[in-house]
Each structure stands twice: as structure tokens, then as C-alpha cells.
């Protein structure tokens, strides 16, 4: 067997670029883009309608929705932990006001 030895600072030399996704990684995320592009339209009723039917899991898929939209803040002083931080949020619609509060309770 032979095993090879790399100096320090033994630059490579061939083989894919850093953070190449492989061919499966690629195709894959081409397939869910397609799949999630053909819904969008759909998204908007499908929320109206969970409103109706379950305001407490809209409310849920709402405040993970927001995860994608709103950066979380990080604490750059203390281990790059998240900051636990009082979030205002208006809400006009005392239905959905009363929903957030049983959650958030």
C-alpha cells in the first residue's frame, strides 16, 4: 500500500473547487426549485385557507416563514450565541391578536 505525504502548505492541484456541490446534490436542488417554483401560486390561498380552518399551526408556519425573511440577531460578544431580545410585533386583526397571545403564553 502506498500512502502519500503532503507537505504544509502543499497546494492540490486537480479535483473540484471548494465548495463544488456534487452531480446528486445539484440535480436535486434543480428538481425541488422546479417543484416549489410550480406552487407559488398556490401559497397564498393555501395560508387563507389555514387561517380559517387552524389559526394556531398559520400562526406557526408564519413564524417559521419568518426565519427565511428577518435575520436573527447574534450576540458578536459572547460565543456567537443568539440574542434573547423582546420582538414587537402590530398585529390589526384581534383574531389573529388572540391566537399569537395563546401561543406565545
Given at each position: 500500500?502506498?500512502?502519500?505525504?503532503?507537505?504544509?502548505?502543499?497546494?492540490?492541484?486537480?479535483?473540484?473547487?471548494?465548495?463544488?456541490?456534487?452531480?446528486?446534490?445539484?440535480?436535486?436542488?434543480?428538481?425541488?426549485?422546479?417543484?416549489?417554483?410550480?406552487?407559488?401560486?398556490?401559497?397564498?390561498p393555501a395560508l387563507s385557507e389555514m387561517l380559517v380552518k387552524d389559526p394556531d399551526k398559520y400562526l406557526n408556519l408564519l413564524l417559521k416563514l419568518m426565519e427565511f425573511v428577518v435575520a436573527k440577531k447574534k450576540d458578536i460578544t459572547s460565543d456567537d450565541q443568539p440574542v434573547k431580545q423582546a420582538v414587537n410585533i402590530h398585529v390589526t386583526d384581534p383574531k389573529i391578536g388572540q391566537q399569537l397571545k395563546k401561543l406565545i403564553e
Open positions: 500500500m502506498i500512502v502519500a505525504k503532503f507537505e504544509k502548505g502543499h497546494t492540490k492541484i486537480g479535483g473540484k473547487e471548494k465548495g463544488t456541490p456534487n452531480k446528486t446534490t445539484r440535480e436535486l436542488k434543480e428538481i425541488i426549485n422546479e417543484i416549489v417554483s410550480g406552487q407559488i401560486g398556490n401559497i397564498g
